[in-house]
Structure formats: C-alpha cells, structure tokens
C-alpha cells in the first residue's frame, strides 16, 4: 500500500501565496506520476496540476497556470505545489494523489492512491 499525507495547507490573504506538501511512503513504484486535485464547496474534485517522477514533465489546468508551481524531491518522495497570487476562488480542499503509471495526466480514475486532503482558504 501506499500511504499519502499532505501538509502545508491554511488561511490566507487574497494575493498570497502557500506551499503544500505530500509525502509519499509504503510500497513504491518506478517512473510513477504525482498529481494534485481539489474540491470547492459544493463543487466537482478537479484537477490541479500533475508532475511525472522521473522526466519531470508538468502540466497545469488552465486555471492555476501561471500561479501554481509543482515540483518534486526524489529522495524525499514528496511534492510540491507552490501557489502564488492566490485568489478566493482557489478555495478548496487539496488533495495529493499517485498514478502508478509514466504518462503525465489530468484524469482523476488513473490515480490509484489519494491523501486525506489539506483545506486552502483564501479570504478577500
């Protein structure tokens, strides 16, 4: 099994910036891929941004480009997602996840293993 847990997340001010963390630990997997996913109040989970393992290919939706950053320690099996100029709108829970898979991408069904989940509010 593999166990995910976020940190990192809190209140913040419009035009602020947070920098969430997930540890990945347990059974590991060669060239897997890191995504992050998050959930508004009633709102459908969406995707965030994604990172592969190895390449460190990233890709972003459209709505965090430019603001979001995702990265990744090796050695340390965590990554990373740097939010800058932070709006209300970003408000949401924030979840880690990990595809078992090499190929970079945004659907939520390839990501087999989910962290718990960190709440990101941002006032204005």
């Known amino acids: 099994q593999v166990q995910l847990v976020e940190s990192g997340g809190g209140l913040v001010q419009a035009g602020g910036s947070l920098r969430l963390s997930c540890e990945a630990s347990?059974?590991?997997?060669?060239?897997?891929?890191m995504g992050w996913f998050r959930q508004a109040p009633g709102k459908e989970r969406e995707f965030v941004a994604s990172?592969?393992?190895?390449?460190?290919?990233?890709y972003y939706a459209d709505s965090v480009k430019g603001r979001f950053t995702i990265s990744r320690h090796n050695a340390k099996n965590t990554v990373y997602l740097q939010m800058n100029s932070l709006k209300p709108e970003d408000t949401a829970v924030y979840y880690c996840?990990?595809?078992?898979?090499?190929?970079?991408?945004?659907?939520?069904?390839?990501?087999?293993?989910w962290g718990q989940g960190t709440q990101v509010t941002v006032s204005s």
């Open positions: 996840a990990l595809d078992p898979n090499p190929t970079i991408t945004s659907r939520e069904g390839a990501y087999d293993y």
């Open positions: 347990g059974r590991t997997f060669s060239g897997y891929t």
């Open positions: 990172i592969t393992w190895r390449g460190g290919n990233r």
